[in-house]
C-alpha cells in the first residue's frame, strides 16, 4: 500500500511540483493550501507531512504545533518547505516538532532524499 504524505504550501505552483515528484516516487499526496485547510483535511494515516512556512490563515509552525498536539500524528515527520533559511526560523520549526528544512528553490532529489529517511513506516 502506498504511503500518504500531506502537502501544505499556499503555492499551487509548489504544490504541484511536489505532488508529481513525490507521486512519481510511489507516494499517495494529499494537498491543502494553508494550516487551517489542512487541519481540516486530517483524519487518515499519514505517513510525513511537507509545509511551507509563511502562508495566509495558519502559518506553516502553527500548524505544525497543532498537528503535533494530536496523538495520531505526534510521531509523524514533518519536513519544512520554504524560502525561509534565518537560523531563528530553523529553531523555531525544530522546536515546534520539524524533522528536516529544505529551503526553496529545491531539487527533487533533495526532497525524495529527506522523504525517504524519514517517512513514517
Known sequence: MAKTIMVV????SIRQVVN???KKAGYDVIEACDGKDALGKLGGKINLVVCDVNMPNMDGITFLKNFKADPNYKFTPVV???TESQEA???EGKAAGAKAWVVKPFKPEQMLEAVSKLILP
Open 9 to 12: 504550501d499556499d503555492s499551487a
Open 80 to 82: 519544512m518547505l520554504t
Open 20 to 22: 508529481i515528484t513525490l
Open 89 to 91: 526560523k530553523k529553531q
